[in-house]
Structures are given as C-alpha cells and as structure tokens.
C-alpha cells in the first residue's frame, strides 16, 4: 500500500512515464576545450545561498517510508546545503522538522476549507523558521490514483499528519475508495482562486510561490496575483493524466515568466543529466520528491544524503563535460530539444 502510494501517478499513468521519457528527448550539444579543472554549482534562491540547484520537494507521510521521516529528510538537506520543503500533509510537525537544527526551510501548503486553519498553519510555519510558501494550486480535487483506491489507501493507524493533530484533522478514515481521497473531498477547499492567493500575501511575510503551474497564461496570472515564483508541476503526475511532462512546458513558462520572477521545475528527475537539461530551458533549480522518498525507505537520512550527493555529483559531471564552470554558463545553445527548428544549412553547391 505505501509502495503504491509513493508509486503510482493517475489513471494511466501517462504522464507518469512522459516526465521520465521527455528527459530521454532532450540531447547535449557539448563545448570542448574549456578549463573545467574548477566547478562552481552554487546558487541563489529568493535570496538564500545553497549549494546546487536541487532542492527537496514536499511529499507526504515519510513516516510510512522510515521511522525518522521528515526529520532525517530535513537533517540530510541542511547537511547538504540545500531546501527541504515540507509537505502540509508530514507525519512530522513544523516544529518538530525546525528543532532537527539549522537549516532552509520551505513550506507547502493546502488551502483548507476553514480558513482559520490555514492562517493558524502560516503563522506556526513562519514562527517555526520556514522561509516561503509553496502554495500547490492543482488539487481542487485528489486526482485519480487507481493503485490506491484498489488498496484502499489510509494513513497507518500509528502515524498522524502531524500539523493538524490538535485540530481533529490529523487522522485519515477508512473509505471504500482512497481514503485519502475522501480526505481532501471532506477538507480542501474547491473554492481556492487567484484571490487566495492576494489573501494569502496579507497573512504572511514569507514569499509564495506557485506550484502547479503549467502553461503561459496562469504564469502571467500568478505573477500579476504577486506570486515571488513559480515551481512547474504536475504533481508527480498524479492528479490529471496526459498533461504534458514538466520538462516539456517548463520552456512555455520561462518564457511567459520573462525573468520577472525565477521558475522551478518539479518532477521527473533522476539524474544529474536531468538538472542540466532543466537548467539549460530556464529553470532556477530543481526539485526532487521520489528520489527522496525511496532513498528515505531504503537507507533513512544516509539514503537522503546519498540521493543528493548522486545527483549533485552527476550533475557536476555533466556540466564539465558540456564546458560549463558556473550555473550562469549553462545556456539554451548547449541543448537540442524535439521542438527546436532544424539549424539552417548553407545550401550546398551544385
């Protein structure tokens, strides 16, 4: 059952398999002869130095994968010098994940029906040292995931979502179906629109950032909504099938965007390959969120680390062998994607 939750993408699984094939589409055109004895991957995100563009994306319940969950997920993201954004939905609460120590924090969250709840949760986040906001705006409704209403998918009975355990909305009931699914039916709030967004910014200090983003149009909408930046995602490919992978909109988005504020991109990555090719199209950095979840069963904080120190290092790797010594340096030209017009040739003479 947890396999399967951590798994499975929507109803066919499309695009589950296309944000892992879209990568596969996307070829190196290298630059050779460059000094690339020294490798700077380091960057800024809304002001805060990390180490490299990849950071930890919020995914739900860790305690079902490792007994440390969030925590050993947070202690391996500040040991490595980069975000960890945590889920709304954590087995582990804000307080707890700000007492593993220092660290860049983000939060993500939902927009519940009572709004009290909501304004409660920013407040606790902000207090407890998170950073920014992600605010997920592609789940009016839980997506169709056939893998859990087959398992009829519940929250272990040992574990609860730990930011809600003092307002009665830390446990999940059993359903027919997903009882996750009927959790976010019976909670999250349909209603959610571009001007929650604006509420949200009078709530807090901390900046927003959009996640769930896919096209131009909601990129100029977020941005005008006061948005401080925008992760493209398709949340893992588990809420609406055949949308397109992320790495193939994330251009679209980029260039509606027009540098006003940085775009992130979510889902799929698996190699440090794929963090070039990301950055190549626009993005500011990545996020991971499988990866972390499976390392995380595996090998609890050290499989963390490890799935960080793998991509960091592949990502190094392949910057020097594309002639590239600082992220600024990776451009457009050092890739070819499906969509490029073929490069005109002089014709040749007869």
């Known amino acids: 059952m947890v396999y399967d939750y951590y798994a499975s993408g929507a109803e066919d699984q499309w695009t589950l398999e296309e944000n892992r094939n879209a990568f596969s589409r996307i070829l190196f055109r290298p630059r050779i002869l460059i000094d690339v004895s020294k ?52 087995t582990s609460s804000v307080e707890e994940v700000a007492s593993t120590g220092p660290g860049i924090r983000f939060f993500q969250l939902y927009v519940y029906k009572d709004r009290n709840v909501v304004a409660q949760l920013v407040r606790r986040a902000e207090r407890a040292g998170f950073k920014a906001i992600a605010l997920t705006v ?47 039916a019976g ?20 900046p927003i950032l959009v996640k769930g983003v896919i096209t131009a149009e909601d990129t100029r909408l977020a941005i005008q909504a006061g948005a401080a930046g925008i992760i493209v995602s398709n949340h893992g490919a588990r809420q609406l099938d055949y949308v397109p992978a992320t790495i193939s909109a994330l251009e679209e ?62 990502f190094e790797l392949t910057m020097a062998l594309s002639g590239c010594t600082s992220l600024r340096e990776i451009t457009r030209d050092h890739i070819v994607t499906e969509w490029d017009a073929p490069k005109a040739r002089p014709a040749p003479r007869l």
Do not use: C
Not at 47 to 62: N, Y
Not at 72 to 81: D, N
């Open 253 to 314: 988005v980029v260039k509606a965007a027009q540098g006003r504020v940085p775009v992130f991109l979510d889902g799929g990555v698996r190699r440090g390959t794929d963090v070039f090719k990301a950055l190549a199209l626009g993005a500011s950095g990545i996020f991971i969120g499988r990866p972390v979840v499976f390392s995380l069963a595996a090998e609890g904080e050290a499989g963390v680390r490890n799935v960080l120190k793998m991509l960091r290092d592949e």
């Open 138 to 184: 592609d789940t009016p409704r839980l997506g169709r995931r056939e893998a859990d209403i087959k398992n009829r998918f519940t929250l272990p009975p040992f574990l609860t979502l730990k930011n809600f355990e003092g307002l009665d909305l830390g446990k999940m009931d059993e359903a027919n179906d997903s009882g996750l699914a009927s959790y976010v």
């Open 39 to 90: 490798i700077d991957m380091t960057t800024t995100i809304l002001g805060f130095k990390l180490s490299m563009p990849i950071m930890i994306a919020p995914t739900a319940m860790q305690k079902m994968a490792h007994p440390d969950g969030e925590y050993a997920t947070a202690r391996a993201a500040s040991a490595a010098g980069t975000i960890m954004t945590l889920s709304s939905w954590a």
């Open 187 to 206: 909670q999250i709030d349909r209603t959610l629109s571009w001007k929650d967004v604006k509420w949200l910014q009078t709530i807090t200090t901390m």
